[in-house]
Each structure stands twice: as C-alpha cells, then as structure tokens.
C-alpha cells in the first residue's frame, strides 16, 4: 500500500467519523464516538431494567441515524452531480467559444 492510499484511507477513516458525530451528536449524544468506551463506566450502576431500556433507546437512535445518514448521502450525492454538470456545461461552452473562435479565423482569412 502506497503513502498516498494509507493517507486517504486516514482522511477517509477522519470524514466519516466526523460526519458520524455530526449526525449521531443531534439523536444520542452517549453513542459519539469517543462517549462508546465510557458508557460501561458511566452507567455501571444502572439496574437491568435501566440498562434494557438505554438499549432500546440505542437501538432507536441507530435507526435513526440510518434515516439521517441516508438523507446526508442523498445530499451529497446531488450535490456532486449538479458540481460535475456545471463544470462539463463550462467545459462545453469553452470547446464551442474556441471553435467559433476558429471559425471566425478561417472565415477571415478567406474574406
């Protein structure tokens, strides 16, 4: 593995866990990334009915999430179709601008 694939995977890897708290941050602050390896230490004194239902709370919020999550990539998705039908739009009106260019140059100099 190349320096430049260990470094995207990393930036890579960093995105996605801050769009993760950015998401999961709004529906159950206790399931932020770095709040998942305190959780045992901060509910250890909870009875078993307290600890089913923060569960089920969890389990919520994962749904949750995944409705979020998906709603975010929608966006983004549309997002870099409408960036890439810009720039081949851009592209499009710079190949006819030289060609109309070209063709007004060939035209004179048979004028």
């Known amino acids: 593995m190349s320096d430049s ?3 995207s995977t990393a ?6 866990e801050q769009v993760y708290d950015m998401i999961m941050g709004d529906i159950e602050p206790d399931l932020l990334l770095a709040n998942i390896p305190l959780l045992d230490e901060t509910y250890q004194g909870e009875t078993p009915e ?8 969890y389990a919520v ?4 999430f995944d409705l979020e999550m998906a709603k975010f990539m929608t966006d ?3 997002n870099v179709r409408a960036t890439q039908r ?5 592209k499009e009106d710079q190949a006819k ?13 048979f004028a």
Request: glycine share 2%; proline share 0%; net charge positive.
């Open 97 to 109: 601008t030289e060609e109309q260019n070209a063709l007004t140059s060939i035209a004179s100099a």
């Open 5 to 7: 694939t260990v470094i």
């Open 76 to 78: 983004v998705n549309g």
């Open 86 to 90: 810009a720039a081949l739009r851009e």
């Open 50 to 57: 307290e600890h089913e239902s923060r569960l089920q709370r």
């Open 11 to 16: 930036q890579n890897r960093a995105l996605a």
């Open 61 to 64: 919020s994962y749904k949750k």
